[in-house]
């Protein structure tokens, strides 16, 4: 059996992805899998530490750009498909899996020109671009929230979760000695956050309250975090991106982030209570809804980005560090919500759907 599994470009599409092919060759030893991704993000970086074979196309996002650039966006997307499509006839796959993102449609629309059945994996609440054009042709949609069943073609979504590449850490328990707060910007870091942060532990570093931060920045960020830390004379542990994400977050306290939706099933499998600093310019406010499913539910509270960001994250770290009998309702809460089994679930679906192909 041949699989091919299609996009990337961030942590949040290339995660998943990963984390199904992972699943499919634990459930089908003798699986084929092939990832097709974008020069153009960290696919390189992903891919290359999986063991798994891949290519990767001069693919980039269409939208977001201005007037000039989009007919160059849309030929590299042309350029991209029919390279797809060479690959995939030479390939021979049963199935092709879009995993969502810019990255995911030369493969996808490749496939569907082929007569490949195609099973779409949406991780935001708010299908994004890509998805909502392929939805009506793939033979299944699985999604990460309720909220997008609805958003979708009715008979063609099932409700997995997203799934997520580690087995949570037994929670160690608070830390009496000092509060544990780790800070995530996402795999490509955010500078608003991190600054936002940097000036709320500043304001925070007058008090009596003994702070272990661990800070992901991001590779263009990490410089300049670490060094304002020291200016301030905060300890903090710096890093540009974690690999050990389990360990990290069941050390956490506290966790501050942005609301990707990896980031916010991380959270919740993890069981930890959060504060999200939603991305406030995208146009579907994908984020903010993605916070909302964990803060509907009492496990989060969500702080807009603003010109207050620093003053409303530091009255709300305050807060929450002196009330411990909240962060562990929040924890739990958080957990509820989690999918354990998602990658299985997705899994067994494209197993499903090469089967009856077959």
Request: proline share 5%.
């Amino acid at each position: 059996m041949m699989v091919v599994i299609s996009g990337g470009g961030t942590g949040g599409h290339l995660s998943p992805a990963l984390a199904v092919g992972e699943e499919l060759k634990r459930m089908r030893p003798d699986a084929e899998l092939l990832f097709i991704g974008t020069r153009a993000g960290l696919d390189e970086q992903f891919l290359s530490r999986s063991g798994f074979a891949y290519e990767l196309l001069d693919v980039g996002g269409v939208a977001g750009h201005g007037a000039r650039e989009v007919p160059i966006a849309l030929m590299k997307m042309a350029r991209a498909t029919m390279q797809a499509r060479a690959l995939l006839k030479r390939r021979r796959p049963q199935l092709v899996v879009g995993v969502g993102g810019y990255a995911s449609m030369p493969a996808a629309v490749a496939a569907l020109s082929l007569r490949i059945p195609l099973v779409l994996m949406e991780q935001n609440t708010r299908p994004g671009l890509t998805n909502r054009v392929l939805a009506h042709f793939a033979k299944r949609i699985c999604v990460a929230f309720e909220d997008s069943v609805p958003l979708l073609p009715r008979g063609k979504v099932q409700l997995t979760g997203n799934p997520v590449r580690f087995t949570p850490v037994n929670n160690p328990g608070q830390h009496p000695e000092f509060f544990s707060i780790l800070v995530l910007g996402g795999s490509s870091g955010a500078h608003r956050l991190n600054i936002g942060a940097l000036k709320a532990f500043d304001i925070l570093n007058k008090d009596v309250i003994k702070f272990r931060i661990v800070h992901q920045t991001g590779v263009a960020d990490e410089g300049l975090v670490r060094g304002a830390y020291q200016q301030a004379g905060i300890e903090a542990e710096v890093v540009p991106f974690i690999y050990a994400m389990a360990q990290a977050l069941a050390a956490a306290d506290l966790v501050v982030a942005r609301a990707g939706a990896m980031t916010v099933s991380e959270i919740a499998l993890a069981g930890r209570p959060a504060v999200f600093v939603p991305y406030p310019f995208h146009r579907d406010r994908q984020q903010e809804h993605n916070a909302r499913t964990l803060e509907r539910l009492g496990a989060a509270i969500i702080i807009p980005d603003d010109e207050r960001l620093a003053d409303n994250l530091a009255r709300a770290i305050r807060a929450l560090a002196a009330d411990r009998t909240r962060l562990h309702t929040m924890a739990a809460r958080a957990a509820a919500a989690a999918k354990p089994d998602a990658a299985a679930a997705i899994a067994r679906t494209c197993l499903q759907i090469v089967q009856e192909a077959a």
